[in-house]
Structures are given as C-alpha cells and as structure tokens.
C-alpha cells in the first residue's frame, strides 16, 4: 500500500481540548546551502534520530494522539523511508521552483481538521517549545532570547499578539504557528490563492492579520530551539 495520501483522514487524528489536531511538517526544500549532504531533515539531531525523526518524537509526546503529515520534495524516497509507518505523506513535486507556501497548501489540503500545528523541517527543538499551543487560540512561536540569526523573519508584538512580519525586528518568529477554525479556513484560503503562490508564510501571515486574524505570540517556558542552516549550526 502506498504511503502517499491525498485523502483526509476521518478517524483517528489527534486530539487537543477534545477537538482534533492535524501537524503540519514542510520538508520538501532542498537547502540549497547543504544541498550536497542530502535532505537538510535528513541530517543527524543526535545519535540517534534525524532533525525530522526528532521533530516527529517531540510533537507525538506533545501530543500523543496528533494526526502528521509529512511534505516531501527533494530526495523525497530517502525522507519516506525515515519515517515511522503511521505518518502520512504528501509531495510537493514542485519543489524546485515553489516555496514553503505550496507545501503549506498541500500540507494543509490533507488536513484532517480544522485545527493543524505547524513545524518547519529543519528545527531543532525541546518539548518545552510546542508545549501548550493549542490552549488559548491560533498562537506563534517566537524567540525573543537570540537563538535564531539576525536574519531571520521577526514579528511585531503588541500586547501578546503579532501585528506584523518582517526582517529587521528584534524579536524572531521560531517557525512554529498553529491556527484553529476560521484562522485555518483563512490560512488555507490564502495559501491557495494563486496570486499568492510566490509570497512566504510570513506574508501570508500579514494577509491575516490585515483580515482580522488575532494570532497570539508566545515564547515558551523552558524553550530551546535552533534553525539549522549549516553543519556548523549542529
């Protein structure tokens, strides 16, 4: 049986404060700064899981009964065969000339619920990061302690909710969100819009915002967490 789904799962996903949680991991770029090693997920967290692997250990014990989907791209079979039976798979056979918004929408087009966390394939991170997201509405994580370059997407921050994405600011959005009902069906709606095919989650992100979307920011308590971009960065 092929590992590859384009259905939505109706029985089983994830559950958080009695409702359903779908989680969303893009892994389909190919890190053009570490294209020659392979899948940037595909690298060593430790001795013993990938950075993907580590990532899909840290959201089961999270949240333990979460349905995840995996976006595929490049070296696509490698990644498949890294991963436990149970996580569902879709590919983004464009990866080559999309971004991360396309996988989104694909990602998300899987989806069994209205409810999805989102975690890109390249962090590094301890439980404590993802801790409690689902409790007080659509929510980002942001690091507010330096752990991300200076050149990361930052996030305005206004009374504990994110009014605006860019670069430049201080505070650096940790490349975790999760959306919930009506901010996920104005996610999906966005990501599938074509004339915003070539825009980067952050910007959709702005969209919503600009629609009304109050979207909570959070730095977790205990939170450790890296993006790698370089062997030197593990």
Not at 34 to 42: A, V
Not at 152 to 158: F, L, Q
Not at 160 to 170: D, I, K, N, V
Request: with cysteine.
């Amino acid at each position: 049986m092929s590992r590859f789904t384009s259905a939505i799962k109706k029985n089983g996903a994830g559950q958080y404060n009695g409702e359903k949680l779908s989680i969303v991991i893009p892994a389909a770029g190919m890190g053009h700064r570490m294209k020659s090693y392979g899948p940037k997920c595909l690298l060593a967290a430790n001795s013993r899981d990938t950075i993907l692997q580590k990532i899909i250990k840290n959201a089961k014990r999270e949240y333990p009964n979460s349905d995840i989907v995996v976006v595929t791209g490049f070296e696509s079979e490698k990644v498949i065969k890294s991963l436990p039976q149970e996580i569902r798979i879709v590919e983004n056979s464009n990866y080559e000339t999309t971004n991360t918004v396309e996988s989104l929408r694909i990602g998300i087009n899987a989806c069994a619920t209205r409810n999805v966390l989102i975690i890109y394939g390249d962090l590094i991170f301890n439980t404590y990061s993802i801790r409690d997201l689902t409790s007080d509405g659509s929510s980002i994580v942001y690091d507010k302690k330096q752990q991300f370059k200076s050149d990361e997407i930052g996030v305005t921050i206004v009374d504990s909710y994110a009014t605006r994405f860019a670069y430049g600011l201080e505070n650096k959005w940790s490349q975790i969100a999760f959306f919930e009902s009506e901010d996920f069906d104005l996610l999906k709606q966005f990501c599938s819009d074509k004339r915003k095919s070539k825009l980067y989650p952050f910007e959709i992100f702005n969209y919503m915002i600009n629609k009304g979307c109050n979207i909570k920011a959070i730095t977790p308590k205990g939170m450790i967490i890296r993006e790698v971009d370089s062997l030197k960065d593990l």
